[in-house]
């Protein structure tokens, strides 16, 4: 072998050597989260205050996949009765029965209409104690501000209101919503998030 192939080698090695340890190459995933398409931050829910963070990085990062992973299989949502009777004749199909796929059939149709999304979160104090170490709810008041892009023309829109939100700790150790139950809370009334999901169940 000639002493420039040697040397060539050599260099091959060391760079090899280089990539390997410094974790550019055959990294293993981050296994923590779930599976993402995108950069979007996400925690292992240990705790139930990271299951509304991760809840909100979702929708501001409009990330479908971490969204989904914020609830159980199980999942029903519980719109304010007033939204229900404001649908008229359509309020049953709009809200019965919502499950875990209506919810991403909405969340699904919404991130491409929406420019940016904007989730603030305002916890409630509750005199009701806790009863489980493994089943817990949180309430609070939300503000939840989209731009809707059409064209080239934006639409700010509010969606105000309460949310309680029900959550369960797994056997991976983790915590997950399993039931919201959305209220009015503003007068003037400002539509809810209730509302918003009705318009895009699909």
């Known amino acids: 072998?000639?002493?420039?192939?040697?040397?060539?080698?050599?260099?091959?090695?060391?760079?090899?050597?280089?990539?390997?340890?410094?974790?550019?190459?055959?990294?293993?995933?981050?296994?923590?989260?779930?599976?993402s398409e995108d950069d979007t931050p996400w925690e292992?829910?240990?705790?139930?205050d990271a299951v509304?963070?991760?809840?909100?990085n979702a929708l501001e990062?409009?990330?479908?996949?971490?969204?989904?992973?914020?609830?159980?299989?199980?999942?029903?949502?519980?719109?304010?009765?007033?939204?229900?009777?404001?649908?008229g004749e359509e309020g049953e199909d709009r809200y019965a029965n919502w499950t875990l796929a209506d919810e991403e059939t909405y969340i699904q149709s919404i991130f491409p209409q929406a420019e940016s999304i904007t989730l603030t979160l305002t916890e409630?104090?509750?005199?009701?104690p806790i009863t489980s170490d493994d089943d817990i709810y949180r309430k609070?008041?939300?503000?939840?501000v989209?731009?809707?892009?059409?064209?080239?023309?934006?639409?700010?829109?509010i969606y105000r209101g309460q949310m309680t939100l029900y959550m369960r700790f797994r056997d991976t150790g983790t915590w997950a919503?399993?039931?919201?139950?959305?209220?009015?809370?503003?007068?003037?009334?400002?539509?809810?998030?209730?509302?918003?999901?009705g318009d895009y169940r699909g």
Request: hydrophobic share 35%; net charge negative; glycine share 6%.
């Open 177 to 197: 919503i399993y039931k919201w139950v959305d209220r009015r809370t503003s007068y003037p009334v400002n539509e809810t998030w209730g509302v918003l999901r």
């Open 1 to 35: 072998m000639s002493t420039a192939r040697r040397v060539l080698l050599v260099l091959l090695a060391v760079a090899l050597g280089a990539m390997l340890e410094g974790g550019c190459l055959l990294s293993p995933r981050d296994t923590d989260g779930p599976p």
């Open 140 to 144: 609070d008041d939300y503000e939840l």
């Open 124 to 128: 409630v104090e509750d005199d009701v």
């Open 61 to 87: 990062g409009e990330s479908t996949g971490n969204y989904r992973d914020c609830f159980t299989e199980d999942f029903r949502f519980h719109v304010d009765p007033s939204d229900s009777l404001d649908a």
């Open 52 to 56: 509304l963070r991760n809840l909100r």
């Open 44 to 48: 292992t829910p240990a705790y139930t």
């Open 146 to 157: 989209v731009v809707w892009q059409t064209g080239d023309l934006t639409e700010e829109v």
